[in-house]
């Protein structure tokens, strides 16, 4: 009997970098995939794109994935619609360029749920599944912000450390599991947040490269896991 395609879920996949990840998955794999957003009309633009780029089914999902109550209600509905998720991509988090001295709570607690609390909501919610079929890919998007510091996005830096270090212990208690953890640590990638900035494009990677990076791990042999992936620009951090 013919292997179905991989299912793969994508958080964080209405536009950037998640967009383009969830896009080369469909070209590489023809997979089926779950695309998962808070904003339902570009989830929707996501997955035309998705289905023309040659996925074999694709369903969006609207959903806050820093939200306990609805991640487990997500997982439900993906569950019922394409059973149990075999590349999970947590993409999900936001950036709130505040220096940490003058910073809200609220704020700093917004950036911290978005970027770290969600990894660990949504892994959680499938991992057991993939530990018993002893087989699975988990990513996290971290970020050279989780290698060092830069002035005015303190709470971004520390949600990135944190997801670095979430993924790291996923890795040792699921690796005896056939369950691969790994992390993408991206510098600068041209996505729409980068609009209005001042940078110019060219100055940064493309988004395609970044998403290239995830499924060019995933695509290796089962013995072989790629633990951690760093990429930057050529001419270095932009600042």
């Not at 917004?110 to 919610?125: D, H, P, W």
Request: charged share 25%; hydrophobic share 45%.
């Amino acid at each position: 009997m013919a292997r179905r395609p991989p299912h793969i879920l994508v958080t964080g996949a209405s536009q950037g970098l998640g967009a383009c990840i969830a896009q080369v998955f469909a070209r590489e794999t023809q997979g089926r995939l779950s695309l998962v957003a808070r904003q339902a009309g570009k989830l929707r633009g996501v997955a035309k794109k998705c289905r023309a780029a040659g996925a074999s089914d694709v369903e969006t999902f609207r959903c806050d994935v820093a939200d306990a109550a609805a991640v487990r209600e997500m997982a439900r509905r993906v569950r019922e619609r394409f059973g149990d998720v075999d590349v999970l991509i947590n993409n999900a988090g936001t950036f709130r360029p505040d220096p940490l001295t003058s910073m809200s709570v609220a704020d700093f607690d917004t950036v911290i749920a978005a970027n770290l609390r969600s990894g660990f909501l949504v892994t959680r919610e499938f991992t057991k599944a993939m530990a018993a079929r002893r087989r699975g890919d988990i990513f996290f998007m971290a970020s050279i912000a989780g290698l060092r510091g830069f002035p005015r996005g303190g709470a971004y830096v520390a949600a990135k450390h944190g997801v670095r270090g979430l993924a790291r212990a996923f890795r040792e208690e699921l690796k005896s599991r056939g369950v691969r953890v790994i992390t993408v640590l991206p510098g600068a990638a041209w996505s729409p947040s980068w609009e209005g900035s001042g940078v110019p494009p060219e100055r940064m990677m493309p988004g395609a490269d970044v998403a290239q990076a995830f499924y060019d791990a995933y695509r290796m042999n089962r013995r072989t896991v790629v633990e951690e992936i760093i990429l930057r620009p050529q001419l270095g951090d932009v600042e």
